[in-house]
């Protein structure tokens, strides 16, 4: 009995449904690789920048330690700029 359902034909419709399940699981595992790939890349990248940025404050530690105060200040500065402004709309 169990081999007389196999036997019989798909209904077209589920063939057809069947069909676009396919695809879309097709275009996921590609979606899906392509994301591992940025992801990656983007570990790589983070490594590289944080290792320059590191070779840069080797070189250039006291100096960058001398400016932070006026750039810390600068930022903040900014950030009240913002605020007021939005609190003025």
Do not use: C
């Amino acid at each position: 009995m169990a081999e007389e359902i196999w036997d019989d034909e798909v209904d077209p419709r589920i063939k057809g449904e069947l069909e676009r399940l396919n695809n879309a699981s097709h275009q996921i595992n590609l979606l899906e690789k392509d994301h591992e790939d940025a992801q990656e890349m983007f570990r790589l990248t983070l490594a590289e920048s944080a290792s320059h940025l590191k070779s840069l404050y080797d070189k250039l530690g006291k100096k960058v330690d001398q400016a932070r105060p006026y750039y810390e200040t600068l930022n903040q500065t900014e950030h009240v700029r913002f605020v007021i402004y939005w609190e003025k709309l």
